[in-house]
């Protein structure tokens, strides 16, 4: 059955498009506090360019674009298949909905045991197809590959995207009751506010030529473990290690020393497991250092979870 077109613009603009993946480290929880951060110039209209260069669910542009007044938007991640998720959803929303739909179907006409079988058959044509796949072209094939990772995304174990060393989906089915498979409202809106959005997969540097005084950029990339067993950076292939944390310290001087943009980045705060571990207070000591409150599963055991802070720097 495919999807009935029955979303007028104006019944579109009523509610905000919101991200349509969950995101291991998704802001989503901090947006009020991160607002509060973002530069004077992006409220009183000076500022009309957004970068956002780690940009994962991307909770904050999705803030910033719906409440700023803006004429160039740039997202990148070095994760191509969240790029060709973004860049499916901009240019061929319906056929994405009506490969989820399927899917949806699909998944419940079946006993919650063969909805496993289904999950895991697909996580494997989804790990096997990577390797050759093409990413350049918004195919077909495009639009059914991203239909299966939103379906993953949804259906996988807490709902996050998480590879192994190899860059394999590696999370387990989720045993939801009724995931929400097939979000059509809001991958309607999303694409609505993807239009004219500039779209790059590759390093954070990727967008550099771009970059000048008028832009304000977020970093948001892979956290510093704050545990010796929290995991956080199993996002994409590669790890994110204390040197890549130095190396990224480098390049937010780049942009505030020589371009003179505004710049805003976040990440864990080591101060939450040893008041002494000064790494990021120490690498930005020369810029404006600020904490949110945050929520996060830092501990396998529940009860044991809890309010920790974390780390916004901006040079503003
Ligand atoms: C903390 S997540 C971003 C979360 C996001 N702000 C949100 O709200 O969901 C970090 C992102 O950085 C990306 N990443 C990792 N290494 C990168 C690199 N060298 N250049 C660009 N992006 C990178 C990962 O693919 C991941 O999506």
């Known amino acids: 059955m495919s999807p009935v077109k029955t979303l007028a613009k ?7 498009a919101k991200p349509f993946l969950k995101w291991v480290g998704g802001k989503s929880q901090l947006r009020e506090q991160f607002s509060s951060l973002y530069p004077t110039q992006l409220k009183t209209g000076e500022i009309k360019k957004y970068f956002e260069l780690c940009t994962g669910g991307g909770a904050i542009f999705f ?6 007044d803006l004429n160039q938007i740039f997202l990148n991640d070095v994760n191509q298949d969240l ?14 909905i009506a490969e989820l739909v399927h899917l949806k179907e699909k998944l419940f006409q079946l006993e919650i045991e063969q909805r496993s079988e289904l999950f895991y058959q ?7 197809q990577r390797i050759n796949f093409d990413y350049q072209k918004l195919s077909t094939e495009a ?9 993953i995304n949804k259906t996988c174990f807490n709902g996050l995207y998480r590879t192994n060393k190899k860059g394999d989906f590696n999370a387990p089915f989720g045993r939801y009751k009724n995931p929400k498979i097939c979000d059509q409202e809001n991958l309607l809106r999303v694409s609505e506010i993807l239009q004219g959005v500039t779209l790059v997969s590759g390093s954070y540097r990727s967008l550099d030529k771009f970059i000048d005084c008028q832009s304000f950029i977020y970093i948001d990339p892979p956290y510093r473990p704050i545990t010796k067993t929290a995991n956080f950076t199993a996002y994409a292939k590669s790890r994110f290690n204390d040197a890549s944390q130095v190396e990224l310290s ?13 710049v805003m980045l976040s990440n864990s705060n080591p101060h939450n497991s040893d008041p002494v571990d000064d790494f990021f207070h120490d690498l930005y000591c020369d810029y404006k250092i600020s904490e949110v409150y945050a929520t ?12 920790i802070t974390e780390l916004v720097i901006t040079n503003y």
């Not at 104006?10 to 905000?16: P, W």
């Not at 803030?63 to 700023?68: A, L």
């Not at 697909?122 to 096997?128: A, M, T, V």
């Open 10 to 16: 104006s019944q579109l603009n009523t509610s905000l």
């Open 63 to 68: 803030d910033v674009i719906q409440k700023f």
């Open 250 to 262: 480098h390049y937010y001087a780049h942009l505030s020393e020589d371009y003179g943009a505004k």
């Open 143 to 151: 639009i059914k590959r991203v239909a299966w990772l939103i379906f």
């Open 296 to 307: 996060r599963m830092i501990n396998s055991d529940a009860s044991k979870r809890g309010k």
């Open 122 to 128: 697909i996580r494997k044509e989804y790990n096997q």
């Open 83 to 96: 790029i060709l998720a973004y860049r499916v959803i901009q240019c061929h929303p319906w056929e994405l």
